[in-house]
Every structure is written in C-alpha cells, then in structure tokens.
Nanobody, 122 residues
Framework: VQLQASGGGSVQAGGSLRLSCAAS????????IGWFRQAPGKEREFVSA????????DYVDSVKGRFTISRDNDKKTVYLQMNSLNPEDTAVYSC????????????????WGHGTQVTVSS
C-alpha cells in the first residue's frame, strides 16, 4: 500500500495550494481518507477527512471555509484545496487511509503516506 502526498510548496499569506494524495495497492473506495499536519514542535493534528463515497467531509475549525477536500475514486486520489493560507498553516501535510467510519481519530488510520511540506510566509 502506498499513499503519495504531493503539491506542497512555499506561498505568501493569502495564497493557495492544492495537495493531492494518490493511493495504490488498496481498495481505495473502501477507505475514508484524512489529511493531517504537523508543525515543528507540535503534535500531529487532524485537518480534514472525506468518507468513502465523498458524501461526508469534516474539517478542523481553523480551516473551515478555507480548505476543501474532495476525492476521485476512479483515479484513487484525494485532493485538498487550500485557500487563504496563513503562516499558521505551515506544516508537513500527510494523508492517511482509515477503514472505519470514523473521521478524526488518528489511531484508526491504518495506512500513512509521507508528507509534503507547506510553508506560508507573512
């Protein structure tokens, strides 16, 4: 199983980035997919998740209205559109796959990919 996150980079405050999480080696549509981030010196935190069909999404309060998660099960890819970025969004963003109905519980995510760095300058 592989989850490959990409699309990170360096942007100025107010800018946008689109992250992608491409999966292989698993029955993609059987998994909720989540995005987590970890800033230097901080614990990994939940950012957003999307259900198997894409019909249910969840966001941490700090990104609501700015980030949008979506998925394409045919392409086995989940996207995270990030708008109005601010320096507090700077972190390594990782995607993960969860075979349970839960969305936020980090411990229930079975497969994890390597992260992609997002840096937002003021």
């Amino acid at each position: 199983v592989q989850l490959q996150a990409s699309g990170g980079g360096s942007v100025q405050a107010g800018g946008s980035l689109r992250l992608s999480c491409a999966a292989s080696g698993l029955h993609f549509s059987a998994y909720n997919i989540g995005w987590f981030r970890q800033a230097p010196g901080k614990e990994r935190e939940f950012v957003s998740a999307i259900s198997r069909s894409g019909g249910t999404t969840d966001y941490v309060d700090s990104v609501k209205g700015r980030f949008t998660i979506s998925r394409d099960n045919d392409k086995k890819t989940v996207y995270l559109q990030m708008n109005s970025l601010n320096p507090e969004d700077t972190a390594v963003y990782s995607c993960a796959a969860n075979p349970t109905p839960a969305m936020r519980a980090r411990t229930l995510y079975k497969y994890w990919g390597h992260g992609t760095q997002v840096t937002v300058s003021s």
